[in-house]
């Protein structure tokens, strides 16, 4: 089995900004009101949301200024400050128009992926990606997790919109899979399996892949791919709902429809349970 090498996402943030202009350029005055996936938003919440996402990071990891800070370094305590500043931001940004919500994304958005060009993918991350269980990460770990939150809160507006296939291509679905997928060993840190023990997991659709989970003899669980020999679980995922599983928009009972499981049932139950955002 081969290690996953380093993800490098900063080429496609341009692609995606473009696709997320397009579909918001397409919408009707109502459609900025339906419903999405994320609890409590409707699509006009959502695009704020992405907004945000451009203005405060750039204000904190380009220009130092940060603003505040969470009450302590716990998960918890971090997710909580999060949750707070999403909801402080949108309930002020419901005073713009949808035409300025656009005008402030297309001049946000390439100083943005400027920024993210420019960082040293080996150097250390301002912030670590805890839900994959790191206390430092890289660059290229941040802006592959960040290009995550780009690509699903668009497809959460897409949805909402009933236009989600361009999302779906390989180029831009595949990088947000395996950027996901390398949280795998963090969650299942607490699963017990014998040295050797290999769990498969593969999605299919146009970014259809296969990755491996091995106990190692130190008792860790490694991830890789191009594996061929024994396994004692295999899970496969439909690809057009894999990213609704990850980002905890798919409910345990209906993610059953979308997910096959062989093998010892023990080693594929927590896989329901893997999330790649930060909440």
């Not at 490098?8 to 918001?24: E, I, K, M, N």
């Not at 339906?34 to 609890?39: D, E, H, N, V």
């Not at 904190?60 to 370094?73: K, S």
Request: charged share 20%; hydrophobic share 40%.
């Amino acid at each position: 089995m081969q290690p996953l090498p380093p993800l490098r996402t900063a080429h496609l943030f341009p692609v995606l900004d473009q696709h997320l202009l397009t579909v918001l350029a397409s919408l009707r005055p109502e459609q900025w009101e339906r419903p999405t996936l994320a609890p409590g938003w409707q699509v006009c919440d959502v695009a704020l949301h992405l907004l945000d996402g451009n203005l405060r990071s750039l204000s904190m990891l380009r220009d130092g200024h940060f603003g505040g800070q969470p009450a302590g370094t716990s998960y918890p305590e971090i997710v909580a400050f999060l949750n707070q500043l999403n909801a402080e931001w949108v309930v002020a940004g419901r005073r713009l128009s949808p035409a300025v919500i656009r005008w402030l994304l297309e001049v946000s958005g390439p100083e943005y992926n400027r920024y993210l060009a420019s960082l040293d993918p080996a150097a250390p991350a301002p912030f670590s990606v805890a839900w994959a269980g790191e206390a430092v990460s890289a660059n290229w770990f941040h802006v592959a997790r960040d290009y995550t939150e780009k690509w699903h809160h668009q497809q959460q507006i897409r949805q909402a919109v009933g236009q989600e296939p361009p999302l779906l291509t390989r180029e831009l679905y595949h990088p947000f899979l395996s950027t996901c997928l390398r949280a795998l060993p963090h969650h299942y840190r607490h699963v017990g399996a014998e040295p050797g023990q290999v769990i498969s997991f593969a999605v299919t659709g146009p970014a259809a892949d296969t990755w491996y989970l091995r106990r190692s003899a130190s008792g860790r669980w490694e991830l890789g791919q191009h594996y061929a020999g024994p396994l004692a679980a295999e899970v496969t995922l439909e690809g057009n709902v894999a990213w609704r599983l990850f980002t905890k928009s798919l409910p345990r009972d209906q993610a059953a429809r979308w997910v096959q499981c062989k093998g010892e049932e023990r080693l594929s139950e927590p896989f329901f349970e893997l999330v790649a955002v930060m909440g």
